[in-house]
C-alpha cells in the first residue's frame, strides 16, 4: 500500500514541478545525464566506427580521403585476405594462438591464486594478517616499467647470490630458459596482476554476510568447504569482472611482450605481428584497420560471454530484504 | 536429546567489556527456554557461546553432561536459526536443508529422506527446488528451520528468528516453531528482546540485562511474582507502575500511601509477607500493573478506601479495553536498569533517573474495560485491586515477599 501511494505521490510531485516555464527548464536539466552519456558514447564509439569502416577500404582511397566519405561500390575484403595470407615468418593465426596461450594463463592463474589468497585475509584470523595485506595491496603502486629489465635479467640467466667473504655463489632460481616464450610474457603478467586481484577479490569476499559463514562452521564446513562451496560461487560476479579486465589487458598487451618474446619471432602475440604488419616507414599502414578488428575480434567474444554475470542480485534471498 | 548447563559463564571482550557476567541456567531436556532483554544485554552472546561462535572466558558449558568449552561448533551437535536466515543464495532449498548433511557424508538415499521429512513438515515440499531469492519472508524462515531440524541435533539455537517478518506473520510462525519444538522434543534455546514472543513460546523465560541473569520462571510466573524492579518493569505492556509509597498500621488493616492519597491495604497482606511489616514508616516501592486498575464507574461497589484519583491525560482506546494514562502525585520510580528499556516502554520525554525522580507527578497507566467512558481531562475515579499490589525495597530493588 505505501509503495503505491508514495509513487502516487512522487508522480503528482513532478507533475506539478513541470509546470509552466519552470516546468520545461527543470526537465531539460533533468535529462542532462543522460545527453552526456550519449555524447561520450558518441566520442568513445565513432574513431572505432571509422576505423571499422576503413578497414574495408583500399590503399589509395584511405589515403585520399577520410572514411565518412565512402561509397558502397568502394568496399572490399582485399585488406583482409592479404593479411590472412602475409608471407611473414609467424602467420596471423600462429600470432592469434600465441596471444591466447598468454592471456589464457594470464587470467586464469592469478584468479586461482588470487581467490585463496583473498579469501585468506578476508576471513582467516592469522598473525601478521594486516600489515601483509597492506604490503600486498601497497604493490599496487610499482610501476611495472622499473621492472621490465630486471626481470628479463632474471628470465636470461636466472637469479644468483654471491655471498660474501667466502666468494661462493649460489643459484636462487636456475636459469630457465625463459626468454623469447609466451611463459615469460604471462609469468610477468600474472605477477602483476595478482596485487590488483587480491585486493579486489577481497573487498568482495569481505563484504559477503558474516552470517553465512557461521552457518557453515555450524553446517561442519571447515575453511576448504566454505571456500569452496560458499565463497567461490558467490564470489561469480567479481571473478568475472577481474577476468574480463584481465584478459583485456593481457590480450592487447604490446609492451612486456615486446620485451619478454619480441625477439622470437614464434613467439609474438598479434599485437606486435600487427605493429609489426605496417612494415618500415608505414608501407603497409593500410592493413592496420583490418588486423586491428581481427585482433579486437576475441575480446569482443569475451566481453559478451561473461558479461551476464554482472547482473546484480546475486545474493538476493540469502539474507533479509 | 540434552540438557545444556551453563556453570558460572562469563564473556569479557579484549577491550575489558563484560557483556555476560557469572551466568548460571540449566536448559533443562527437550525444555524451550526464551532469554529475553533490552538489546545489548548479552543475550545473543550467550546463544552464540552455546553456539560456539564465540569464546568463552570463564566458567563451563556442558551440553548433555560434556564440557564443550572448547569443541568446534560442528562437533557441539547443535543447530542454529539466524536472525536474517543465513540461507545459502546459491544453493536450492533442498541443498540448503541438506547442506550439513551431505558435510557429514550421509548416505545419498538417507540424505534425501530426511530432507524430504523436514520439507514435509515445514511445508516446503513443492519449494525444494527454488532458490531462496524466490522465497517470501515466511518461506525463508521456514528453509532456516529445516536447516536445523533436518540434523537431529540435541540442541536447537534460535537468535531473534521472527524479528524480520511483518507483524502479522510473526503470530503465526510463533505458534509454528512452538508446535514444531514440541513435536520434535529437542531441547531449545530462543533468544528475543520481544517479551510477547518470550512470553507466548517459552516453557520458560529467563530475563537478562547487562550481561547478568535477573530471574528464570515460566511465563505466568515472572508476570505474577517478579523478583525484582527490572523484572517487573520489563514483563508486561504497558508496564506495571512503579512509585514511592509508604505502608503504616492503621488499626487491623495497613495504610498505603501514594503521594497525596491513601489506599486500605488488607490485613491478608501482611499474612502472606510479613517482611513487609518492616517497611512500616519507611519508604516503599509499590507497583501496581495495569490491569489491576479499573474505572470505578463499573467496578459496582468497590470500597472509596481502594480507590485512586487522577487526572486523565490520554485515553488509548484498543476496542477490547481502553488504557487510560492519568498522572498522580506519587514520585514515580524508574530503575536504572529499567531506563535501558526501548523508548516505547519508559516515555521519552523522561530525562536522566534524576530528573523522573523529581520529576512530580508521576503518571500511571491502567486498563479500563472498553465500556469505560472516560475522556481526557476528566477526573478519573480508579479502583485498585490492593491485594495484588507488589512491593519492592526502594534500594535493593528486590520484590518483598517473604
Known amino acids: ?209 558474516k552470517d553465512l559463514f557461521e552457518a557453515a562452521r555450524i553446517d561442519g564446513a571447515d575453511h576448504f568447504t566454505i571456500f569452496w562451496r560458499l565463497v567461490l560461487p558467490l564470489s561469480v560476479p567479481v571473478l568475472a569482472a577481474f577476468a574480463i579486465f584481465q584478459f583485456l589487458w593481457t590480450w592487447n598487451d604490446f609492451l612486456i611482450a615486446n620485451t619478454m618474446a619480441g625477439t622470437n619471432p614464434d613467439a609474438i602475440p598479434t599485437t606486435i605481428l600487427i605493429a609489426n604488419l605496417a612494415g618500415d616507414f608505414g608501407r603497409n599502414e593500410h592493413l592496420l584497420p583490418a588486423a586491428g578488428f581481427v585482433q579486437a575480434f576475441v575480446p569482443l567474444v569475451v566481453f559478451f560471454s561473461l558479461q551476464r554475470y554482472f547482473v546484480r542480485g546475486i545474493l538476493a534471498g540469502s539474507v533479509k530484504g | 536429546m540434552a540438557d545444556v548447563v551453563l556453570d558460572g559463564v562469563e564473556k569479557e571482550y579484549e577491550n575489558g567489556f563484560k557483556a555476560v557476567t557469572d551466568l548460571n541456567l540449566t536448559i533443562e531436556d527437550g525444555e524451550f527456554l526464551v532469554m529475553v532483554g533490552p538489546s545489548g544485554c548479552g543475550k545473543s552472546t550467550t546463544l552464540r557461546m552455546i553456539a560456539g561462535l564465540e569464546d568463552i572466558t570463564g566458567g563451563k558449558l556442558m551440553i548433555g553432561g560434556n564440557v564443550v568449552n572448547d569443541v568446534e561448533p560442528k562437533d557441539r551437535d547443535i543447530a542454529m536459526v539466524f536472525q536474517n536466515y543465513a540461507l545459502y543464495p546459491h544453493m536450492t532449498v533442498g541443498d540448503n536443508i541438506g547442506f550439513a548433511l551431505k558435510l557429514a557424508k550421509t548416505p545419498k538415499d538417507e540424505l534425501d529422506a530426511r530432507v524430504n521429512d523436514a520439507a514435509r513438515v515445514l511445508e516446503l515440499t513443492e519449494l525444494l527446488d527454488r532458490k531462496p531469492g524466490q522465497l517470501s519472508g515466511g518461506q525463508r524462515q521456514r528453509v532456516a528451520m529445516g536447516r536445523a531440524i533436518v540434523r537431529r541435533p540435541k540442541v536447537f539455537l534460535l537468535d531473534e528468528p521472527l524479528s524480520n517478518l511483518d507483524a502479522k506473520l510473526r503470530v503465526q510462525m510463533r505458534a509454528e516453531i512452538t508446535e514444531l519444538q514440541r513435536e520434535v522434543g529437542v531441547t531449545s534455546f530462543y533468544v528475543t528482546h520481544d517479551q510477547i514472543e518470550a512470553m507466548t513460546m517459552a516453557d520458560r523465560v529467563a530475563v537478562i540485562n547487562r550481561g547478568l541473569l535477573q530471574q528464570v520462571d515460566p511465563p505466568q510466573k515472572l508476570y505474577d511474582d517478579p523478583d525484582n524492579l527490572f523484572v517487573a518493569a520489563f514483563i508486561g505492556s504497558p508496564s506495571m507502575n512503579l512509585m514511592e509509597g509508604q505502608l503504616d498500621r492503621d488499626g487491623g488493616a495497613i495504610a498505603l500511601t501514594v503521594g497525596s492519597q491513601t489506599l486500605e491495604v488488607p490485613a491478608s497482606v501482611l499474612a502472606a509477607r510479613p517482611a513487609l511489616e518492616g517497611y512500616f514508616g519507611r519508604t516503599i516501592v509499590a507497583g501496581i500493573r495495569p490491569k489491576e486498575l479499573e474505572d470505578a464507574s463499573l467496578a459496582g461497589d468497590h470500597p472509596a478506601g481502594q480507590r485512586l484519583r487522577g487526572k486523565i491525560e490520554n485515553v488509548e482506546a484498543l476496542g477490547f479495553e481502553r488504557i487510560v494514562h492519568f498522572e498522580m502525585d506519587a514520585v514515580p520510580v524508574v530503575s536504572e536498569d529499567a531506563l535501558e528499556l526501548p523508548e516505547d516502554i519508559i516515555s521519552a520525554e523522561l530525562g536522566g533517573y534524576d530528573d523522573v525522580k523529581s520529576a512530580h507527578p508521576s503518571r500511571v497507566a491502567g486498563r479500563f474495560d472498553a465500556m469505560s467512558t472516560v475522556r481526557p481531562g476528566d477526573m478519573a475515579e480508579v479502583a485498585v485491586s490492593v491485594e495484588r499490589i507488589h512491593y519492592f525495597d526502594l534500594d535493593s530493588g528486590l520484590a518483598v515477599r517473604s
Open chain 1, 1 to 209: 500500500m505505501s509503495d503505491t501511494t508514495l509513487t502516487r505521490q512522487a508522480a503528482t510531485a513532478r507533475a506539478a514541478e513541470r509546470q509552466g516555464v519552470g516546468g520545461v527548464i527543470y526537465g531539460f536539466l533533468r535529462n542532462i545525464p543522460t545527453w552526456v552519456l550519449w555524447l561520450i558514447v558518441m566520442v568513445w564509439s565513432l574513431p572505432t566506427v571509422g576505423l571499422f569502416v576503413n578497414s574495408f577500404r583500399d590503399r589509395d582511397s584511405q589515403r585520399a580521403t577520410g572514411w565518412w566519405s565512402i561509397r558502397p561500390g568502394d568496399l572490399t575484403i582485399d585488406n583482409y585476405d592479404e593479411i590472412f595470407s602475409a608471407s611473414a615468418s609467424t602467420s596471423l593465426g600462429d600470432s592469434l594462438l600465441n596471444s591466447m596461450s598468454i592471456a589464457i594463463p594470464a587470467t586464469l592463474i592469478p584468479i586461482a591464486v588470487a581467490a585463496f589468497a583473498a579469501y585468506g585475509f578476508a576471513w582467516i584470523d592469522f598473525p601478521g594478517r594486516k600489515w601483509l595485506f597492506i604490503g600486498t595491496v601497497s604493490l599496487l603502486a610499482i610501476p611495472l616499467q622499473v621492472a621490465l629489465i630486471p626481470l628479463l635479467q632474471l628470465y636470461v640467466g636466472g637469479a644468483h647470490l654471491t655471498l660474501p667473504f667466502i666468494d661462493k655463489t649460489v643459484t636462487i632460481i636456475p636459469d630457465f630458459d625463459l626468454v623469447g616464450t609466451t611463459t615469460a610474457v604471462w609469468l610477468t603478467h600474472t605477477g602483476f596482476a595478482l596485487p590488483f586481484a587480491i585486493f579486489l577479490l577481497h573487498n568482495y569476499m569481505s563484504q559477503l554476510p
